[in-house]
């Protein structure tokens, strides 16, 4: 695909296509101040370093990041819900805070400086998704705690778009407003995505008459196969984009046009990928998980977070000039991996061999049960009336053949149920794949 010159622009060209030898300066003298920061004003980051005999003059260059303790979701929890904020309350001016599937969400505060970063942060990845003062960003994040809606929301402004707070939900709303308003990029999740697509689909509605162009999501893992389905069915261009609410929210990594992983800005944060069972920090280019050290922000620095999402970098040249690493579509958490009879399978996995089969709709929940002492996981699809209605033979061979794929992409056999189209819950927010049936 070749794109213009307009949609090819770069939003701050200074800092996202700085030589790695400059970059790395950055880094380090902002990593410094951080960690002043972070030991002077917040007890939990103290205590860490006093109790390894540390303190903050030790790390004395980039490589020496590993001395630095993990911060991990246990310490925001204890420290809930001020603990871990590096400023006095009256320098915050926003409160955000995590999804918090269980227990107590995490807090996270923002000050003015940091909101100024996060707008712009969150303007280079718009602008790298072609984004422009001309387009009308559609958001569809739920406005609220969650980072997602006023994280886009204020990067769009910063760029000079119009910006509709549409938030989340009410799918014909959506849909009319975006008819009426002629939107011209649509924010949310993939999975909230696909299910406007299904309703325009129900409504007779053609995405083509629509003024939609580009699709900027992120918030979940999704598969290539979902892109490629979304893309193919709302007519536009999808790109991703990362981040998390105890780092900063979304505007820690986005894609350009070439979609071929997501820039971190590291002239903001430095990654490191380890491997999760040991901590230790592994070589350029392998698989683990992500964790991130911010180097600007004042009122919530996060040092070395574990984020739980499992990826690699690549440090290969990128097509459109920016210099900063990327990192692959993380095949999800850790948390979400599910081990199967011994085999680790992640649900992106099993979406990837579903989006492959003519007939799978691209609905689907997986089922996890606890036989005796073995796992079972079984994969529910939703399939187009043809199959649904189709003679049992006919859909016992599409079972048989939709297992057989599973099986050797997973390693692991998983049943496979087809349910009837239209019937699988459709998501405004972040899609629940996994029902987990085992009580343990
Ligand atoms: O989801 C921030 C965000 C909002 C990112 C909007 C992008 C767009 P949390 O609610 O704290 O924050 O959830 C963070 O969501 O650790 C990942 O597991 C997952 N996640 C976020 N973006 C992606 C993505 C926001 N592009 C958690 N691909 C993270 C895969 C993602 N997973």
Redesign the pocket.
Known sequence: MRFSEEQMRIWDPLNECMEREELTMLQFTRLRDTLNRAYRNVPCYQNKFHSLGLVPEDVKSLSDLPLIPFTTKEDLRLNYPYGMFAVPLREVVRIHS??GTTGKPTVVGYTRHDLNTWSELVARFMTAAGVTEDDIVHIA?GYGL???AF??HYGAERIGASVIPMSSGNTDKQIMIMQDYRSTAVVCTPSYAMTMADRMEKLGIDPASLALKVGL??????SEEMRREIEQRLGIIAT???????VM??GIAGECLHRCG?HIFEDHFIAEIIDPETGEVLPPGATGELVLTSITKEAFPMLRYR???ITRLDFTPCACGRTHVRMK??M??SDDMLIIKGVNVFPTQIEEVLFQVEGCEPHYQLVIEREGTMDTLEVQVEVNEAIFFDEMKKQRAFVDLLEKRLFSALGVGAKVKLVEPSSMPRHEG?AKRVIDRRHL
């Open positions: 995590s999804s994040f969650f980072t997602g994280g886009l999501f992120g918030a979940e893992p999704w991703d984009n990362y981040g998390l609410s105890e929210g979304p997501m984020t739980r999402d579509k993380t999800g958490r972040k």
